[in-house]
């Protein structure tokens, strides 16, 4: 159990770019990335959420404002630009 081993670690909800390169975003719990597939990966950190349900809701957000922006839902090229 990770939190047992990083006691200091919160399970707060991560917005990041898609790690399978398909995918616009992911949703990812924080003790996720002490994992090995993590390791050596470059992560584009888009928001924090307390919980899942305030995760979607932030991805819902973002999305609505690219769209309102850009008229299309191109999440990351939308985000990159605002990097």
Sequence with gaps: NTCRRFPYVFKLYVITAASNGKDQLDIVRTDMYFRKFYKDK???????????????????????????KTGEA???EYLKCLE
């Design 74 to 76: 191109n999440l990351r």
């Design 42 to 68: 470059d992560i584009r950190v888009y928001g924090f959420a307390n919980d899942e349900v305030s995760a979607i809701e932030l991805v819902k957000t973002i999305t609505e404002e690219c769209v309102n």
